[in-house]
């Protein structure tokens, strides 16, 4: 164990999460994801938010065991993946770490960054990621990530199968963006092949409850907190932390860190996974987003959960 939980005492981390939940359920703004038809069914009530400390305790209010997919909350774990395998120079080298001020399926960053992806956390970086795994094939690639992803979670997760077909009908954009980057020498393996593996990644299911669990796996140097399992290493949890940090909320990630501090990352199901490094990963699912793609009532809660108990990385006192 690297870390140990630093949290305020047990009671003040549970009343805390009530509250948060209970003070944001109100928030009636934002409208459900419905670019992917699967996606627009989702029940806009469902509202789960989930503290686990890198001690093991687990905290949960409302819908915490509320199953969706996991979309691009998925980008945190490949890249963590990726990283443990290639190592922090190639994974610097290859995908980028700076923001790119653009929406997550933008075509213009690639294009403003002389054919280069700029970061992991939306889809170009996050396609070019899914292609480092290591694997002879896409259906290796596959196995090795549903493998790590479940190890991630504490448990065996599951593909979302109507989710991934109805997304492999509609993912023209994906797929444009891998032959843009194969165009410029950017991607090893063949494009369709990758946005597949990416689609299915997107389309594993997953509750508040498993982000919180992977979000202290990472907060604890790579150790899952319940189930002991050495995941990847402390360097790679390092490094997906900084890139969260700087892009996770797509071009809002500077606002999020301005109010919020501490690294998270969003998906268009409404998934949000943040992570207190040392203490604690924290989950949160509410479908209805934000015009840039993010759970409304997840950065509320987060913004809550930051200042009572005092979260914030960037505070001193
Ligand atoms: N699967 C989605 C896509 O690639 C993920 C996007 C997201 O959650 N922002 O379009």
Redesign the pocket.
């Known amino acids: 164990r690297v870390f140990t939980g630093v949290l305020p005492a047990w009671d003040r981390v549970e009343e805390a999460v009530q509250d948060a939940h209970r003070r944001s359920s109100s928030a009636a703004d934002g409208s459900v994801?419905d670019?992917?038809p699967a996606l627009a069914n989702a029940d806009p009530d469902l509202f789960g938010v989930c503290v686990v400390e890198t001690d093991g305790a687990v905290h949960g209010a409302g819908d915490t065991d509320a199953a969706f997919?996991i979309?691009?909350?998925?980008?945190v774990l490949t890249y963590a993946l990726a990283s443990d395998t290639v190592g922090h120079d190639v994974i610097a080298e290859r995908i980028g770490v700076n923001s790119t001020g653009q929406s997550?399926?933008s075509v213009m960053a690639i294009e403003l960054n002389g054919g280069h992806t700029m970061n992991p956390m939306?889809?170009a970086g996050?396609i070019a990621t899914t292609a480092l795994l290591p694997g002879a094939d896409a259906g290796e690639r596959w196995e090795i990530l549903h493998d790590a992803f479940s190890r991630f979670a504490g448990r065996s997760l599951e593909l979302d199968e109507d989710v991934y077909r109805s997304?492999a009908e509609h993912?023209q954009?994906?797929m444009a963006i891998a032959r843009l980057l194969e165009s410029y020498g950017r991607l090893d393996v063949e494009p369709l092949e990758i946005v597949d593996v990416?689609?299915k990644q997107?389309?594993l299911r997953v509750t508040a409850r498993d982000l919180a669990v992977m979000g202290a796996t990472l907060a604890d140097g790579g150790v899952n907190p319940v189930t002991d399992d050495h995941v990847v290493s402390p360097e790679a949890c390092t490094a997906t932390l900084a890139v969260m940090a700087t892009s996770g909320l797509?071009e809002r990630s500077g606002e999020w860190l301005f109010e919020i501090g501490i690294p998270g990352k969003?998906?268009?199901?409404g998934g949000i996974l943040a992570v207190v490094p040392g203490k604690a990963g924290i989950g949160v699912y509410s479908p209805p987003l934000d015009d840039a793609?993010n759970s409304v009532r997840g950065q509320r809660s987060l913004a809550y959960l930051s200042r009572v108990l005092g979260l914030n990385l960037f505070a001193s006192a």
Do not use: P
């Open positions: 994801a670019y992917i997919s979309q691009s909350v998925s980008k997550f399926d939306v889809n996050a997304e993912n954009r994906n990416y689609t997107c389309s797509y969003s998906g268009v199901s793609g």
